[in-house]
């Protein structure tokens, strides 16, 4: 018996519920309308056809019969979201076999893309999760820009939302697609430019990604040439342009950015002190290995120091990264794009960005964030650099920050420009590339 049927068979006896498969043989029963919850008897009563289905199509397990692995339902009780999805699970399973993207899996619980998960035990966390990874079954979103999802899972199961389940269930082109690190992709409404990206997220605006990239704000000497002075997110996956292992690590360890930023706008001069300073340190790339990180912390000490001077209190709502979006630009190298939404709650003393100081505010290279007023949210969208390295704790190879710029008013563009239009001596871009 495989790890995946003793985990079903654990559910079954944790339930604690009297079992009625025998319900899928008995007389038809009676629906009310599409927005009523079924209850044990009507959902296992739709099931039938669905089973009979597959049961055509792909056989079973004679040795292991369905009804040994599926949730345990009461006739008579309302049937949650939760117990529906999970069923729908087990009879994929059962029929497909093991959900074999185990990393998505693992990146759904990593960055926690699921809200509603902890009141369930760890075995129906698992098939909601996998529910959710497969596209059967994707929820409502919890807000632009967060990645996460909600499965109303205490929620009656309703005929409405059986039907599109079992679209999902017996036809596997019709379910929703799943990004690597478990958000929805969107397929329709798409933005201008959608072909310049591997695939475009439902929790972004169309305006996050017609952004113009910075290879398209620079200016050069001649028509750039792909694979040499930019690569679109749609062409890292192509070897010809991009060393793949490489990619993958980028792709992969985006996290870092998101690590990055929170720590740097989630500061208060009273509590961050020696540890935030260590954890904030990390998330850079030293090519110089121990050296770079103790120069990293001096740097930061000093902005500890003008922080407390001036009383900084910052404190982030949203700080998103999308991987989708990683590129390359001989200026700056890789980028990823991230959304920040933040307030400064306290500062005696806020600096504009013409005095070029606001770095003693945010902790960076380059900050230039227009409108900074205490108490006021600040939301803009810009792209990040980041490289990999060899980490000094580990001596692994890792990602971190390269090019420490936050600049808002550099990234924001109205219009959209086609991926071949770049900068000129008449444009707005911001760097010359002499070639």
């Known amino acids: 018996m495989s790890v995946q049927m003793k985990i079903l068979k654990v559910i079954r006896d944790i339930i604690g519920i009297s079992v009625?498969?025998?319900?899928?043989?008995?007389?038809?029963?009676?629906?009310?309308?599409?927005?009523?919850?079924?209850?044990?008897?009507?959902?296992?009563?739709?099931?039938?056809?669905?089973?009979?289905?597959?049961?055509?199509?792909?056989?079973?397990?004679?040795?292991?019969p369905l009804e040994n692995y599926l949730l345990s339902l009461n006739p008579k009780k309302k049937v949650s979201r939760a117990e529906a999805i999970c069923m729908f699970n087990q009879i994929d399973w059962y029929y497909r076999g093991d959900f074999e993207e185990e990393d998505?899996?693992?990146?759904?619980?990593?960055?926690?893309?699921?809200?509603?998960?902890?009141?369930?035990?760890?075995?129906?966390?698992?098939?909601?999760?996998?529910?959710?990874?497969?596209?059967?079954?994707?929820?409502t979103s919890k807000g632009l820009y967060t990645g996460k999802r909600e499965l109303e899972l205490k929620k009656g199961m309703t005929k409405a939302a059986f039907k599109k389940m079992k679209v999902r269930l017996l036809e596997q082109k019709k379910r929703r697609e799943i990004s690597f690190d478990g958000q929805v992709i969107r397929t329709t409404n798409l933005p201008k430019n959608y072909k310049s990206f591997p695939y475009v997220l439902e929790g972004y605006p169309n305006s996050f990604y017609e952004?113009?990239?910075?290879?398209?704000?620079?200016?050069?000497?001649?028509?750039?040439?792909?694979g040499d002075q930019y690569i679109p997110p749609v062409n890292m996956s192509d070897q010809k342009y991009m060393d793949q292992d490489k990619f993958n690590l980028l792709k992969k360890g985006y996290s870092v950015v998101e690590r990055n930023l929170w720590l740097k706008l989630?500061?208060?001069?009273?509590?961050?002190?020696?540890?935030?300073?260590?954890?904030?340190?990390?998330?850079y790339c030293h090519p110089s290995g121990k050296e770079g990180y103790q120069s990293e912390l001096a740097r930061i000490k000093e902005y500890q120091k003008k922080a407390q001077k001036n009383h900084v209190i910052l404190k982030a709502d949203v700080v998103t990264a999308d991987p989708s979006s990683l590129h390359y630009s001989r200026v700056g190298g890789y980028y990823v794009r991230c959304?920040?939404?933040?307030?400064?709650?306290?500062?005696?003393?806020?600096?504009?960005?013409?005095?070029?100081?606001?770095?003693?505010?945010?902790?960076?290279?380059?900050?230039?964030?227009?409108?900074?007023?205490?108490?006021?949210?600040?939301?803009?969208?810009?792209?990040?650099?980041?490289?990999?390295?060899?980490?000094?704790?580990?001596?692994?190879?890792?990602?971190?920050?390269?090019?420490?710029?936050?600049?808002?008013?550099?990234?924001?563009?109205?219009?959209?420009?086609?991926?071949?239009?770049?900068?000129?001596?008449?444009?707005?871009?911001?760097?010359?590339d002499f070639d």
């Open 211 to 226: 952004m113009a990239f910075i290879y398209q704000r620079t200016m050069h000497s001649k028509k750039p040439v792909i």
């Open 339 to 432: 959304y920040v939404k933040f307030k400064i709650l306290s500062a005696d003393v806020i600096p504009t960005v013409k005095s070029q100081q606001q770095n003693e505010i945010v902790y960076g290279d380059d900050v230039m964030i227009s409108g900074l007023k205490k108490n006021r949210s600040i939301a803009f969208c810009f792209d990040y650099s980041i490289n990999t390295c060899r980490d000094m704790f580990s001596d692994k190879q890792i990602v971190g920050i390269w090019w420490d710029m936050i600049e808002d008013e550099m990234y924001r563009v109205k219009e959209w420009k086609p991926e071949d239009s770049f900068g000129d001596k008449a444009s707005t871009g911001y760097f010359v």
């Open 104 to 139: 998505k899996y693992t990146n759904i619980a990593r960055y926690q893309r699921l809200g509603d998960l902890s009141k369930y035990s760890f075995e129906m966390q698992r098939n909601l999760m996998e529910a959710y990874g497969k596209g059967i079954v994707v929820g």
């Open 266 to 283: 989630n500061y208060d001069y009273r509590t961050c002190k020696k540890k935030w300073r260590e954890e904030l340190a990390k998330t």
């Open 20 to 64: 009625l498969i025998v319900t899928l043989i008995m007389p038809n029963t009676v629906f009310g309308k599409e927005d009523l919850a079924l209850t044990g008897e009507q959902f296992l009563e739709l099931l039938k056809p669905v089973i009979a289905k597959l049961e055509k199509e792909m056989g079973g397990k004679e040795e292991y």
